[in-house]
T-cell receptor, first 115, second 110 residues
């Protein structure tokens, strides 16, 4: 069974440009999450989808970030326009809720560098 | 979500058991204890979780005290590949977000 996959693994863009990150969750997982780690800081939650609906987007830093999950399968996270402080590693995770709790499975991340 | 306290770093000899403690004195009755780890440059990896009973899987064992105010993650035979930052996270059973702290940096040495 394939794990959570993220694309691209690395992206270097100039300030002001647009970047779109993609996440393919584990098949059948209704929950999809985005997290990020900026250099020297802790991993921070950005957003949680349940199927195609945004369950919690309290961690989205500002309106330059737009996440979508059309059809409840893969998700994209667009940053437009990118700023220097957006540099970091963006992780996607997925899980399937169970009555005894369940773990979330993470992708390898996309390392975004804004120059 | 309740907060957790972990030591900043620990060392462990290869082949020995690594015991990673976590304090979560404000945990509420319906909150689980989860453990994740992040090996350098990789995404966080789920290890194990539990509510009040001790749990064991192929990766580790989780020992939760009777009052549930603390727990210990046990890697029974640590290897060099277990060198990572280990995160203890308390959260409800719903599929809510994970709140990562600074974790414990475990260094396994030969």
């Amino acid at each position: 069974e394939a794990g959570v996959t993220q694309f691209p693994s690395h992206s270097v863009i100039e300030k002001g440009q647009t970047v779109t990150l993609r996440c393919d969750p584990i098949s059948g997982h209704d929950n999809l999450y985005w997290y990020r780690r900026v250099m020297g800081k802790e991993i921070k939650f950005l957003l949680h989808f349940v199927k195609e609906s945004k369950q919690d987007e309290s961690g989205m830093p500002n309106n330059r970030f737009l996440a979508e999950r059309t059809g409840g399968t893969y998700s994209t996270l667009k940053v437009q326009p990118a700023e220097l402080e957006d540099s970091g590693v963006y992780f996607c995770a997925s899980s399937q809720w169970g009555p005894e709790g369940s773990g979330a499975f993470f992708g390898q991340g996309t390392r975004l560098t804004v120059v | 979500d309740a907060k957790t306290t972990q030591p900043t770093s620990m060392d462990c000899a290869e082949g020995r058991a690594a015991n990673l403690p976590c304090n979560h004195s404000t945990i509420s009755g319906n909150e689980y204890v989860y453990w994740y780890r992040q090996i350098h440059s990789q995404g966080p990896q789920y290890i194990i979780h539990g509510l009040k009973n001790n749990e064991t899987n192929e990766m580790a064992s989780l020992i939760i005290t009777e009052d549930r105010k603390s727990s210990t993650l046990i890697l029974p035979h640590a290897t060099l590949r277990d060198t990572a930052v280990y995160y203890c996270i308390v959260k409800g059973f719903r599929a809510d977000k994970l709140i990562f702290g600074t974790g414990t940096r475990l260094q396994v040495f030969p």
